[in-house]
Protein backbone atom coordinates (compact mmCIF):
# COMPACT_ATOMS: atom_id res chain seq x y z
CA UNK A 1 0.00 0.00 0.00
CA UNK A 2 2.94 2.28 0.64
CA UNK A 3 4.30 2.47 -3.04
CA UNK A 4 0.31 3.57 -4.26
CA UNK A 5 0.44 6.52 -5.81
CA UNK A 6 -2.00 8.95 -3.86
CA UNK A 7 -4.81 10.80 -5.97
CA UNK A 8 -5.32 14.42 -5.71
CA UNK A 9 -7.86 16.04 -3.52
CA UNK A 10 -9.53 17.33 -6.99
CA UNK A 11 -9.33 13.82 -8.19
CA UNK A 12 -10.83 12.38 -5.48
CA UNK A 13 -13.89 14.58 -5.53
CA UNK A 14 -14.25 14.06 -8.86
CA UNK A 15 -14.66 10.48 -8.93
CA UNK A 16 -17.03 10.79 -5.66
CA UNK A 17 -19.25 13.16 -7.97
CA UNK A 18 -19.02 10.32 -10.71
CA UNK A 19 -19.66 7.24 -8.48
CA UNK A 20 -23.19 9.80 -7.14
CA UNK A 21 -23.77 10.48 -10.87
CA UNK A 22 -23.59 6.69 -12.25
CA UNK A 23 -25.77 5.62 -9.16
CA UNK A 24 -28.32 7.87 -10.13
CA UNK A 25 -27.59 6.99 -13.67
CA UNK A 26 -28.71 3.20 -12.42
CA UNK A 27 -31.44 4.06 -10.37
CA UNK A 28 -33.18 5.80 -13.40
CA UNK A 29 -32.73 3.64 -15.51
CA UNK A 30 -30.27 4.86 -17.86
CA UNK A 31 -28.53 2.10 -20.07
CA UNK A 32 -24.88 1.65 -20.34
CA UNK A 33 -23.85 -0.02 -23.32
CA UNK A 34 -21.05 0.07 -26.54
CA UNK A 35 -23.79 -1.43 -28.21
CA UNK A 36 -27.29 -1.56 -28.00
CA UNK A 37 -29.10 -5.04 -28.90
CA UNK A 38 -32.24 -5.06 -27.67
CA UNK A 39 -35.11 -2.89 -29.05
CA UNK A 40 -35.31 -0.13 -27.02
CA UNK A 41 -37.18 1.87 -29.78
CA UNK A 42 -40.99 1.70 -27.61
CA UNK A 43 -39.49 1.56 -24.19
CA UNK A 44 -39.90 4.56 -23.19
CA UNK A 45 -36.43 4.69 -21.66
CA UNK A 46 -34.26 7.87 -22.43
CA UNK A 47 -31.17 6.89 -23.86
CA UNK A 48 -27.52 9.22 -23.34
CA UNK A 49 -24.24 8.11 -25.57
CA UNK A 50 -20.91 8.81 -25.65
CA UNK A 51 -17.58 8.05 -27.74
CA UNK A 52 -14.30 9.66 -27.99
CA UNK A 53 -13.09 10.79 -30.81
CA UNK A 54 -10.09 8.98 -31.20
CA UNK A 55 -11.86 5.70 -29.65
CA UNK A 56 -10.16 3.14 -31.82
CA UNK A 57 -11.59 0.04 -29.34
CA UNK A 58 -15.05 0.98 -30.56
CA UNK A 59 -16.58 -0.74 -33.62
CA UNK A 60 -18.22 2.38 -35.13
CA UNK A 61 -20.04 0.04 -38.27
CA UNK A 62 -21.39 -2.09 -35.23
CA UNK A 63 -22.34 1.11 -33.64
CA UNK A 64 -24.04 2.58 -36.26
CA UNK A 65 -26.02 -0.75 -37.54
CA UNK A 66 -27.42 -0.85 -34.00
CA UNK A 67 -28.62 2.59 -33.37
CA UNK A 68 -31.73 1.51 -34.92
CA UNK A 69 -32.65 -0.12 -31.90
CA UNK A 70 -32.25 3.35 -30.01
CA UNK A 71 -35.41 5.72 -29.05
CA UNK A 72 -35.86 9.07 -32.03
CA UNK A 73 -34.92 11.21 -28.95
CA UNK A 74 -31.55 9.98 -28.13
CA UNK A 75 -28.17 12.09 -26.99
CA UNK A 76 -25.19 11.26 -28.66
CA UNK A 77 -22.09 13.23 -27.35
CA UNK A 78 -18.51 12.74 -28.93
CA UNK A 79 -15.90 13.38 -26.58
CA UNK A 80 -13.83 15.70 -28.72
CA UNK A 81 -9.87 14.63 -28.07
CA UNK A 82 -11.07 11.44 -26.18
CA UNK A 83 -10.34 7.70 -26.73
CA UNK A 84 -12.03 4.68 -25.13
CA UNK A 85 -9.72 4.07 -22.43
CA UNK A 86 -10.68 7.76 -21.02
CA UNK A 87 -13.61 7.08 -19.67
CA UNK A 88 -12.00 5.05 -16.85
CA UNK A 89 -8.89 4.33 -14.85
CA UNK A 90 -8.12 0.82 -16.43
CA UNK A 91 -5.25 2.02 -18.48
CA UNK A 92 -4.72 1.99 -22.58
CA UNK A 93 -7.06 -0.51 -24.21
CA UNK A 94 -5.28 -2.73 -27.54
CA UNK A 95 -6.11 -1.36 -30.97
CA UNK A 96 -7.45 2.01 -28.85
CA UNK A 97 -6.18 5.16 -30.57
CA UNK A 98 -4.30 7.95 -28.79
CA UNK A 99 -6.27 10.64 -26.83
CA UNK A 100 -5.57 13.98 -27.60
CA UNK A 101 -7.21 15.23 -23.91
CA UNK A 102 -5.93 13.31 -20.78
CA UNK A 103 -8.44 11.05 -19.01
CA UNK A 104 -9.10 13.10 -16.34
CA UNK A 105 -10.50 15.96 -18.78
CA UNK A 106 -12.59 13.49 -20.88
CA UNK A 107 -13.95 12.09 -17.89
CA UNK A 108 -15.14 15.75 -16.89
CA UNK A 109 -16.60 16.51 -19.99
CA UNK A 110 -18.57 12.97 -19.97
CA UNK A 111 -19.91 13.80 -16.79
CA UNK A 112 -20.71 17.61 -17.28
CA UNK A 113 -22.21 16.26 -20.51
CA UNK A 114 -24.71 13.64 -19.03
CA UNK A 115 -25.23 15.73 -15.78
CA UNK A 116 -26.82 18.59 -18.69
CA UNK A 117 -28.56 15.99 -20.42
CA UNK A 118 -30.09 14.42 -16.93
CA UNK A 119 -31.30 17.98 -16.25
CA UNK A 120 -33.18 18.81 -19.55
CA UNK A 121 -34.98 15.44 -18.86
Given at each position: MKNQKKK???RRVFLCLLA???????????????????????????VYAAYGSEDGVLNREKYEADRVNLPQDTT?????????AGFGSYGAQ?????????????????AGA????MTLQ
Open positions: SFPVLLAVCVASGVYVSDYYHADLTDSGLRETVIDGGCHKGDGAPVISAEEQQQQTLAAW
